[in-house]
């Protein structure tokens, strides 16, 4: 079973920054992806930012050019780093893996973001 634990997450004023991390259980580099995702009260969980194995990322236009993904075999840890905040990026975040064989997805409790003044 894998585990994803996230952290960083909190409060931050607008303009801001803020790093999100997410420890794989085991080596991120077997997950066929990892990615962030994020959901506010009433909506339905949506992409932020996704990295494939290869290296490819996808990210929504709403965080281009203001958050990045990366990540550290070594640590087997998934970061979001977040500037230029918005009060709209107010939302708890969670990080997503993916397998191929088995298929599987794996997702961790969440982290809350608030962006506020």
């Known amino acids: 079973q894998v585990q994803l634990v996230e952290s960083g997450g909190g409060l931050v004023q607008p303009g801001g920054s803020l790093t999100l991390s997410c420890a794989a259980s085991?080596?991120?580099?077997?997950?066929?992806?990892m990615g962030w995702y994020r959901q506010t009260p009433g909506k339905q969980r949506e992409l932020v930012e996704t990295?494939?194995?290869?290296?490819?990322?996808n990210f929504a236009d709403s965080v281009k050019g203001r958050f990045t993904i990366s990540r550290d075999g070594a640590k087997n840890t998934l970061y979001l780093q977040m500037n230029s905040l918005k009060p709209e990026d107010t939302a708890v975040y969670y990080c997503?893996?993916?397998?191929?064989?088995?298929?599987?997805?794996?997702w961790g409790q969440g982290t809350q973001v608030t962006v506020s003044s």
């Open positions: 085991r080596s991120i580099l077997t997950f066929y992806s």
């Open positions: 997503n893996a993916v397998t191929l064989v088995p298929r599987s997805e794996y």
């Open positions: 990295i494939s194995r290869g290296g490819t990322t």
